[in-house]
């Protein structure tokens, strides 16, 4: 499994010595930044599952940074969590409003920011799981549509294929085209009807790709 990538910003390089070395000792990939301009292009390359950001900052500070990377679709889903030294509740719900997932109040005990972390992370995960089981049932659906209209014309021309062969002497020689054709065509009437009959998915491995749909594992053979 792919290690949690985290991306610590803070101008304070104690504190992200510190934090980088809690997060590393737990398995996490992690990155730094100091400010927020490189922040923005740290995220934009590395990609991380979670930003821990300050809020105070020189030049772009953390809500700037926030809202910056709120308005980019990269890290429409990516938790964004708030250190920030002012825990009075107007600092905290701005930060809420401009799109921060959680807020960590400084000083701050490396166990509490750690356990935040994880439970962002399972978020993220569990996010990352019902949009690949959404995607997977729209196509299943469209699948299943696509076979159902396919069925009457392929059926159509299968039987003509059958009258063909039928009217067909043994020594013409078109008849072992004519065979080949409606031998491919029965593979894929059986391949429509195994789309029509799945109602959860299979996948299985394929170069360049995620993963595409097995056909037998899910319509049962």
């Known amino acids: ?68 990377m709120r308005a980019d679709d990269r890290f429409q889903n ?58 997977w049932r729209v196509l299943l659906e469209t699948a299943g549509a696509v076979a159902h209209e396919m069925s009457q014309p392929l059926t159509a021309v299968m039987g003509n294929l059958e009258l063909l062969l039928q009217r067909l002497a043994p020594s013409d020689p078109h008849r072992a085209m004519v065979a080949r054709i409606h031998e491919n065509g029965e593979r894929a009437v059986g391949l429509l009807r195994k789309l029509q009959k799945i109602e959860s998915y299979q996948t299985k491995s394929y170069p360049g790709t995620l993963g595409i749909l097995d056909l037998d594992r899910s319509s049962g053979g």
Do not use: C, N
């Open 78 to 135: 990516t938790a964004i969590i708030l250190l920030t030294a002012q825990s009075g509740p107007r600092e905290i719900v701005a930060g809420l409003d401009l799109g921060a997932s959680d807020y960590i109040t400084k000083p701050f005990d490396p166990k509490e920011v750690l356990a935040r972390v994880r439970a962002q992370v399972r978020i993220h995960q569990l996010q990352a799981q019902l949009v690949a089981a959404e995607r």
């Open 1 to 68: 499994m792919e290690k949690p990538r985290i991306l610590v910003v803070d101008d304070d390089a104690h504190i992200v010595r510190a934090l980088s070395y809690v997060f590393e000792q737990e398995g996490y990939s992690v990155r730094t930044a100091g400010d927020g301009l490189s922040a923005l292009s740290m995220a934009g390359a590395f990609l991380p599952d979670v930003i821990l950001l300050d809020a105070m900052m020189p030049e772009l500070d953390g809500h700037g940074t926030l809202r910056r």
